[in-house]
């Protein structure tokens, strides 16, 4: 997942949507864990679009 | 690092503030962990609570943390059509507007008078369990790694639900049952001075445009999209500019603070409580399935558990069957209530903008001076039969 960072508002939106619970607030960042199965919930519920998916390696 | 105490309260929220109050004033050795820097900071809320409700969770209202008193509700439709809900009839988000930031501090100082010991920036990273049992949680304190070992945990962590998670219950949410929230604190603008403004319809999809006073030219201006309506991720900041940009009123205003969040609008969990563990307010998904407010709900479920966790300190028995009690204090008194309203919303978001228009212009013509909202729904169903066959068993 790709974080723009200037844009994050830290509010955790991401993470309590996140139905893997792959994602936490490293301080105020969002990190992503392995968990994580790419279903796009946080891309979409980010109030500010600060969240985006990669291209799949 | 290690640490050991009677009650670990995780999240420093109105709802962990009063679970430690409720705990420490009967004699419990309780520590309140909170990941931010400051308690109440960042707000993520837009502020709107009853009176009513500080009777309930004995609290003595305080100035210093009420931004504004107001008389009730203004609903407002999508044509601009509008009519006005006395207080006490309005439901659990109307009557006061908080200065958040103050009162969190107020219920968290409370707390630490009563005897609780607050570590800040400290964010648990696990729970660890014993035999299936809920005995404490990993953390991390000022970048320091700390072992917790409590008795009783009591998950305070809010919308994020991390640490029920991590102990294995699930309280992750379903994409219907997502509000995604952003809001300006603007001022500048037209507000109506004694009403909270409800704005319905598509400018907020699933959802409201909110517009709570704060003084006499400022207001808490927000919406919240359900997740399963909102068409274009990451745009929920888009719908409320357009909103700001499109309403005379607003378009002038200057924005003094920035706030985003998303509240869960579920219905009540199977289960909150484990062995070792409960959940109160946002972690617990107590949150008012229609209007989002959830302060009430987390103050009422906190003082509930944190007097059931001191009654389990003095039995010396955390299990999940003694823990009953704090399921039924909660569900006696709010879980009838969040299922209707969930189900109210399931319906209330196949409604559309014309709808919306004709009810409260019925409404407005009909006069609903010191109506409830069962009469609104009564005058509903005279006026408009065919709109209310899907509300028929909340009439």
Not at chain 2, 79 to 106: I, P, T, W
Not at chain 2, 145 to 172: M, Y
Not at chain 2, 241 to 261: H, T, W, Y
Not at chain 2, 265 to 272: G, N, W, Y
């Amino acid at each position: 997942m790709i974080v723009t960072v200037e844009m994050c508002m830290h509010c955790a939106a991401c993470v309590g949507s996140c139905p893997k619970n792959a994602v936490f607030l490293n301080d105020t960042i969002p990190l992503f864990t392995d968990a994580c199965n790419r279903c796009g919930r946080c891309v979409k519920v980010c109030p500010v679009g600060a969240l985006e998916m990669e291209a799949e390696t | 690092m290690k640490r050991k105490c009677d009650v670990l309260v995780v999240g420093g929220g109105p709802g962990g503030s009063l679970a430690a109050r409720h705990a420490a004033e009967a004699g419990a050795d309780v520590l309140l962990i909170e990941k931010r820097q400051e308690i109440g900071s960042p707000v993520r809320c837009a502020e709107g609570v009853s009176r009513a409700w500080f009777e309930e969770i004995k609290v003595p209202m305080d100035k210093k943390w009420i931004a504004k008193e107001v008389d009730g509700a203004k609903l407002v439709s999508p044509s601009g059509s509008s009519f006005y809900v006395d207080e006490k009839m309005a439901g659990n988000e109307v009557g006061l507007v908080l200065e958040r930031h103050l009162f969190d501090k107020a219920m968290a100082a409370n707390a630490a008078r009563a005897g609780a010991e607050i570590m800040l920036k400290t964010s648990a990273t696990g729970v660890v369990k014993e035999d299936e049992k809920v005995v404490g949680v990993t953390a991390s304190s000022y970048g320091e790694p700390l072992a917790i070992d409590a008795k009783c945990v009591i998950a305070a962590d809010g919308f994020e639900s991390q640490v029920a998670r991590w102990a294995g219950l699930d309280t992750s949410l379903k994409q219907s049952d997502i509000t995604t929230c952003f809001q300006y604190r603007l001022t500048g603008i037209d507000i109506e001075h004694m009403y909270c403004e409800f704005f319905i319809g598509s400018a907020a999809p699933g959802g409201y445009v909110w517009v709570f006073p704060k003084d006499e030219d400022t207001a808490n201006v927000g919406l919240g999209i359900l997740l399963s309506q909102l068409k274009k991720p990451g745009e929920v900041k888009g719908y409320l500019d357009k909103f700001i940009k499109d309403n005379e009123r607003f378009a002038k205003g200057q924005p003094l603070e920035a706030v985003s969040g998303a509240v869960s609008v579920s219905h009540p969990l199977d289960e909150t409580v484990m062995d070792g563990m409960m959940l109160v307010g946002d972690a617990a998904r107590l949150i008012d399935p229609i209007t989002g407010g959830g302060i009430a709900h987390a103050c009422l479920s906190g003082m509930y558990a944190g007097k059931v966790a001191a009654k389990a300190l003095e039995a010396n028995d955390f299990s999940k069957e003694f823990f009953q009690e704090y399921e039924s204090l909660w569900r006696d008194r709010l879980e009838n209530k969040l299922w209707r309203d969930w189900m109210a919303k399931e319906k209330l978001i196949t409604i559309t903008d014309e709808q919306f228009d004709l009810v409260i212009e019925t409404l407005a013509e009909v006069g609903v001076d010191k109506m409830s909202v069962y009469n609104i729904l009564k005058v509903i169903k005279e006026e408009l039969p065919d709109l209310v066959k899907d509300f028929e068993e909340f009439i």
